[in-house]
């Protein structure tokens, strides 16, 4: 069994401006993890991919986030970050954790955290 926690945004209420740091840890029966990633969804709006990091670190990030967001992983400790900083209310939304993982040879799957509140005020 495997599982992706979360934490970091907690529901809290940061303002424009602020910043954030939202750790993701993936425990279980690992065999391996390839891309690791953030997606948000924001209310009445579907899932998007916010940043994404592979095992090796090459990174990528939706435009609207770049320059402004900074995706990090440890691989030792099957760990994604996402710091957040320069936030703005269009950023309000919930962050979910994503891993593209073996449970053994060849068994991959995605994985998803159960979701952490970020909210912004203006």
């Known amino acids: 069994q495997v599982q992706l926690v979360e934490s970091g945004g907690g529901g809290g209420l940061v303002q424009a401006g602020g910043s954030l740091r939202l750790s993701c840890a993936a425990s279980?029966?690992?065999?391996?993890?390839?891309?690791m990633g953030w997606y948000r969804q924001a209310p009445g709006k579907q899932r998007e991919l916010v940043a994404a990091?592979?095992?090796?670190?090459?990174?990528n990030y939706t435009d609207s986030v770049k320059g402004r967001f900074t995706i990090s992983r440890d691989n030792a400790k099957y760990t994604v970050y996402l710091q957040m900083n320069s936030l703005k209310p269009e950023d309000t939304a919930v962050y979910y954790c994503?891993?593209?993982?073996?449970?053994?040879?060849?068994?991959?799957?995605?994985?998803w955290g159960q979701g952490t509140q970020v909210t912004v005020s203006s």
């Open positions: 994503n891993a593209d993982l073996a449970t053994g040879p060849e068994v991959w799957g995605a994985y």
């Open positions: 279980g029966s690992i065999f391996s993890i390839n891309v």
């Open positions: 990091i592979t095992s090796g670190g090459s990174t």
